[in-house]
C-alpha cells in the first residue's frame, strides 16, 4: 500500500528521555510523519515544551515521570558531582536517570491511551519503558538510536567502556571476559534493577543486560548513522536497521540570519570547537583548545553552549579566537577544517557529513564510546580524556592537517551517509511496524 495513504491519521505518540541529545533527533522524524498526515503528540518534559509547541505539535507532559532535563542532573541528584569514577557514575545514571524512571514513564503513557490510544510509539533508545510498553500495553515500538550501537556482540566487549574491538583469538578471550565482568559485577546493580522491574511487571526477558533488554524490546530499533559508523558485528539483532543519520528539524522555509565573520576569509586553518549544551566545565575542551592556538595562525570558532560566553570572550579577545553562545552547524562546518569536540552525537553526524575531521574527547555519557569510533575507523583523532591538555590538542590537530588519512576516510563515510535516505526509510519501517501483530 502507498504509505501516504496508509499512514493518514494513523495515531504515533513520540516520548524521550530529557535530554537533548535524546529529543533534538526525533525532532525531524516527528515533523516528517507530521506533514504526511499523521496525527503526531509527544510524551516529554516541560523542557521541550516551546519546541514542540513549535512544531505544532501537541505535547503530553510528565505527570509521574520525574522530569529533570540532562543538564540539571546534578541539581536534582547533588550526590552525583561527587562521583569521580566512570563506571560508578554510569551505574548511577543508568540506575536513577534511566531505570527507575521506567515504570512512571510506563504509568503515564498507560493514561495517555485510555484517552488517545497511538497505533505507535516512537522512542529514544534509553527511553527506558520500551519493553513494557510492547508487552503491557500491547503497542509496535520503535526505538531510535541516538548513540551508537550498545547491543551485546560475540564480536565485541561491554558497552559502556569505550573500548575498541579486536578480532583475533586472544583478543576475543579478552572480550568476553570483559562482557561477563561487565554484566556481573561493574553493572550488576543496574542489570539485576531493571531486570526486578520486568520480573515485577512479568515481562519475559533472556538478555545479560539492561541495555540488550531495551534494543530487544522494540519492534524495529532504527539506527541513525550507518555500518561504517559502527563496529564490524556477525550477530546483528533482527530488529535492528540502519537508516542514515537522524538529525534535527529544520524548517527550510524559515527564514533564518545566517551566521558569518568576516575572517572566515582570512584564514587559511580554521577550527571549530563545542562540547554541548549539557557540559558546563569550560576548562575540559573549550580552554585548552583556546590556549593552544591563541595569537597562531589558525582561526579557533568557538561555541559554549550558553556556558560562561562573557568570560571566555574577555579572557580571549585575540583577534584569531571567535566565541559565541552558539552557531548553526550549517553555518560554520563548511569552512572548518578540524572538529575538536566532546563526542556528542549529533554534532558527530554532523561533522562526518560536511567531511571533516576530528579531535575526540569524551568519555562520561557514553561520549567514551562515540570518541572510540572516531579513533578505530580513523575519522579523526581520540585523546580518550575528558580532559586534555592544550599540546595534546595542538599535536593531534597538526597531524590531521599534516596527513590526509582522516579526511579521505570521512570523505567516504559522507558518500555512504548520502545512500541511505533518512525519511523514506523511517517511513517504510514505521509502515511495517504498524503492520505487524503484536
Excluded at 66 to 77: C, G
Aim: charge should be positive; glycine fraction near 6%; hydrophobic fraction near 40%.
Amino acid at each position: 500500500m502507498n504509505p501516504t495513504k496508509f499512514l493518514q491519521a494513523k495515531k504515533i505518540l513520540f516520548a524521550n528521555v530529557p535530554g537533548d541529545g535524546h529529543f533534538n533527533p526525533l525532532t525531524g522524524l516527528a515533523k516528517h510523519l507530521q506533514l504526511m498526515g499523521c496525527d503526531v503528540r509527544w510524551y516529554a518534559s516541560n523542557n521541550y515544551a516551546k519546541k514542540i509547541e513549535s512544531l505544532s505539535i501537541h505535547r503530553y507532559p510528565f505527570i509521574k515521570a520525574m522530569d529533570v532535563p540532562s543538564e540539571k542532573i546534578d541539581e536534582a541528584f547533588p550526590q552525583r558531582k561527587h562521583i569521580k569514577s566512570q563506571i560508578k557514575k554510569l551505574n548511577f545514571d543508568m540506575i536513577n536517570y534511566f531505570i527507575l524512571r521506567s515504570t512512571e514513564y510506563l504509568e503515564d503513557i498507560e493514561d495517555i491511551a485510555q484517552k488517545w490510544r497511538p497505533d505507535l510509539i516512537v522512542a529514544d533508545c534509553l527511553f527506558s519503558a520500551i519493553p513494557f510498553l510492547r508487552a503491557k500495553l500491547k503497542m509496535p515500538v520503535i526505538s531510535i538510536g541516538v548513540l551508537p550501537l550498545i547491543q551485546t556482540s560475540k564480536d565485541l566487549g561491554p558497552a559502556g567502556l569505550g573500548l575498541e574491538p579486536s578480532y583475533h583469538f586472544f583478543g576475543k578471550m579478552k572480550q568476553e571476559f570483559l562482557k561477563k565482568m561487565a554484566d556481573k559485577v561493574l553493572f550488576k546493580k543496574p542489570n539485576r534493577l531493571f531486570f526486578s522491574i520486568m520480573d515485577d511487571l512479568q515481562v519475559p526477558h533472556t538478555e545479560t543486560n539492561a541495555f540488550d533488554a531495551m534494543i530487544n524490546g522494540a519492534t524495529f530499533f532504527l539506527q541513525s548513522g550507518t555500518p561504517g559508523l559502527e563496529y564490524r558485528r556477525s550477530d546483528l539483532g533482527k530488529n535492528i536497521r540502519f537508516i542514515g543519520p537522524v538529525l534535527p528539524y529544520a524548517d527550510k522555509n524559515k527564514n533564518v540570519n545566517k551566521w558569518w565573520d568576516a575572517r572566515l576569509d582570512q584564514y587559511k586553518k580554521i577550527i571549530l570547537v563545542t562540547q554541548g549544551t549539557v557540559e558546563k566545565d569550560t576548562e575540559k575542551l573549550l580552554v585548552p583548545t583556546l590556549e593552544a592556538f591563541k595569537d597562531t595562525d589558525t582561526l579557533v570558532i568557538a561555541t559554549t553552549g550558553g556556558s560562561a560566553t562573557e568570560a571566555l570572550q574577555k579572557r580571549y579577545p585575540n583577534k584569531n579566537i571567535i566565541i559565541e553562545d552558539f552557531i548553526s552547524f550549517a553555518d560554520v562546518m563548511p569552512y572548518a577544517h578540524v572538529f575538536v569536540t566532546n563526542g556528542g552525537f549529533g554534532g558527530v553526524l554532523q561533522s562526518v557529513q560536511y567531511q571533516l575531521p576530528m579531535v575526540a574527547a569524551g568519555i562520561h555519557e557514553g561520549k567514551n564510546e562515540i570518541c572510540s569510533r572516531v579513533g578505530y575507523f580513523k575519522y579523526g583523532i581520540n585523546l580518550k580524556t575528558e580532559t586534555p591538555k592544550a599540546i595534546q590538542i595542538k599535536k593531534a590537530v597538526e597531524e590531521i592537517l599534516n596527513n590526509n588519512t582522516c579526511k579521505t576516510n570521512i570523505t567516504r563515510l559522507a558518500k555512504e551517509f548520502e545512500t541511505y535516505p533518512v525519511y523514506d526509510l523511517f517511513t517504510r519501517y514505521v509502515q511495517e511496524a504498524i503492520s505487524i501483530p503484536v
